[in-house]
Nanobody
């Protein structure tokens, strides 16, 4: 059973920073494409950032220049560094991974097979 586990969420003031972690047991998955999605109350889940097989990264326009996705293959962990946080970033953040190859970007929730339970990020104004 592949189970990503998120951590690092919390309450932060606008302009602050948080780093989310996504740990996945098993070295087999260290280079699998991983992504962060988020879901705010009453809204659909939306793409935030992804890192694919060769380390290429992609971001939603709303977080470009503020968020950075990375991974540590030795620790089987992906990260989302979030800077200059805004109240609009408040949401539950989910980590996802997939064993599949896609020729296009990995920005669709339907491309991912394994999901974590989510971690709450709240940004106060």
């Amino acid at each position: 059973q592949v189970q990503p586990v998120e951590s690092g969420g919390g309450l932060v003031q606008a302009g602050g920073s948080l780093r989310l972690s996504c740990a996945v047991s098993g070295s087999t998955f260290s280079t699998y494409p991983k992504a962060w999605f988020r879901q705010a109350p009453g809204k659909e889940r939306e793409f935030v950032a992804t890192i694919n097989w060769n380390g290429y990264t992609d971001y939603a326009d709303s977080v470009k220049g503020r968020f950075t996705i990375s991974r540590d293959n030795a620790k089987n962990t992906a990260y989302l560094q979030m800077n200059s946080l805004e109240p609009e970033d408040t949401a539950v953040y989910f980590c996802a991974l997939t064993p599949r190859y896609y020729s296009d970007t990995y920005a669709s929730a339907g491309q991912y097979d394994y999901w974590g339970q989510g971690t709450q990020v709240t940004v106060s104004s």
